[in-house]
């Protein structure tokens, strides 16, 4: 059932995506024995997600080596996109969001690359436009040797839903 703005306290979530012109893609299937999200009470667990682009396929390559930071940080951002898409298919309506809890960002990234943290604030920010205070996260940005596919980042979160 959805949750009217005002029981919410907080900005349409719906109307605020449409503002920054973002389209929610369509939710793929996992692409192995995994789902893409588990409810335990009032809890999400989000399975990882990468930066799928729209015309298909991911964003890939390696910090430090094929991709800059400001790179790193679009894809970041794509896997945010596509996360909230994974997590309106589980919830039904983004309204319901209490509030985005933890967050994992792992960058696929060369060992010399540090900046991991500036790459998933792609993530974290699009969070905070989107949720406003909501938004705002405990969170975890760690470097890889590498990622499925040779995606650029891939992103789990954990959020408290009404």
Known sequence: MPVAKAQQGGPDVEAKLAELGITLPEVSPPVANYVNAVQTGNLIFMAGKGPSKPEGGYITG???QDLTE??????????????????????????RVKRVVKVLG???????????PEVINGFSDLMV???GDKGRHARAAVGMGSLPRNIAVEIEMI????
Do not use: C, S, W
């Open 129 to 131: 436009e989107v949720f």
């Open 159 to 162: 959020v408290e839903v009404e």
């Open 62 to 64: 390696k910090l430090g």
């Open 70 to 95: 400001e790179e790193g940080y679009a894809a970041a951002r794509q896997a945010a996109i596509v996360q909230l898409a994974a997590l309106k298919a589980e919830i039904g309506d983004l309204n």
């Open 106 to 116: 792992m960058v696929n990234a060369t060992p010399e690359f540090t900046n991991h």
